[in-house]
């Protein structure tokens, strides 16, 4: 079981940075990928970006490619989402997942745990 809280939401201007951050329980964190979605208002949840479990291996959108970067602590239980060059189009509520295997990463079927999200909102 993982039990997942994000932190780190906030209203920016365009053109700015937040970092989240997303806070595991469990002493198996360190097994698992994990993943950042989005889901905008009037839109459908989306993929943001993944990292495998041993922090080799990441995926991003190609929406978000060159400006956000994943990175996790396994020491912490925590992974980031630090989110540079911020547009409106990026204000969504965004969430972190976590899932047993790392396959199919882009899609949030393949994720088995999911936080409560937290609310970026960019101000243009």
């Known amino acids: 079981q993982v039990h997942l809280v994000e932190s780190g939401g906030d209203l920016v201007q365009t053109g700015g940075s937040l970092r989240l951050s997303c806070a595991a329980s469990?002493?198996?964190?360190?097994?698992?990928?994990m993943g950042w979605f989005r889901q905008g208002p009037g839109k459908e949840r989306e993929f943001v970006a993944a990292?495998?479990?041993?922090?080799?291996?990441?995926y991003y959108a190609d929406s978000v490619q060159g400006r956000f970067t994943i990175s996790r602590d396994n020491t912490m239980n925590t992974v980031y989402l630090q989110m540079n060059s911020l547009k409106p189009e990026d204000t969504a509520v965004y969430y972190c997942?976590?899932?047993?295997?790392?396959?199919?990463?882009?899609?949030?079927?393949?994720?088995?745990?999911w936080g409560q999200g937290t609310q970026v909102t960019v101000s243009s």
């Open positions: 997942a976590a899932a047993a295997y790392s396959t199919g990463l882009r899609r949030d079927l393949s994720y088995d745990y």
């Open positions: 469990g002493r198996t964190f360190s097994r698992y990928a």
């Open positions: 990292i495998s479990w041993s922090t080799t291996t990441t």
